[in-house]
């Protein structure tokens, strides 16, 4: 067994809604500092279709990512075979992506990252039990795949992260 630690692929819903929702940099600052650290250490990384995802729009968000020091994946031969290996495992991953929306565009990527990396997927999507869902999950293909997946609040489990609170002014 590896004394390595786990390296994690974060899915661009962890950070977006991070940012926007629960972890705003205006009042939990840290929790950015540890993504930043923790990509310094290279345990985590975002696809670069993530990336474009996220620096699509000029925002604080993307600024923040642009000089973070979470590195960013490229496509090369060995993710794509993988993502060829998850297409041609069952027919239904090609619902991985909602093209009519032009939505989803990075899932199948996050998927074949982390399967090229040996990581573990970190994302906000939940495991879909319904038989009768248009559009399977990232956790559905990771479950088929064999791929580990994990929530971003798993992931601060995992980590034992702690962040603490004070009353400024």
């Given at each position: ?47 670069k ?22 590195k960013?994946?490229q ?11 998850i ?47 248009k ?35």
């Amino acid at each position: 067994m590896s004394n390595k630690p786990q390296l994690y692929c974060l899915d661009a819903n962890v950070i977006i809604e991070a940012w926007q929702k629960y972890y705003s940099p205006k009042f939990c600052p840290s929790y950015w500092e540890v993504l930043n650290n923790l990509g310094k250490q290279g345990r985590l990384f975002i696809p670069k279709n993530v990336s474009d995802e996220i620096t699509r729009t000029e925002d604080d968000l993307a600024k923040w990512l642009k000089t973070s020091d979470i590195k960013i994946e490229q496509i090369d031969g060995n993710v794509t075979s993988c993502l060829s290996k998850i297409y041609a495992a069952n027919p239904l991953h090609k619902f991985l992506v909602d093209n009519t929306r032009q939505r989803s565009l990075a899932d199948p990527w996050v998927i074949a990252h982390a399967m090229n990396s040996n990581a573990c997927v970190v994302t906000k999507e939940n495991f879909e039990t319904a038989a009768n869902s248009k559009r399977i999950k990232i956790p559905n293909v990771c479950q088929n795949m064999g791929i580990r997946w994990i929530n971003d609040f798993a992931l601060i489990e995992e980590l034992n992260l702690k962040f603490s609170c004070e009353v400024i002014g």
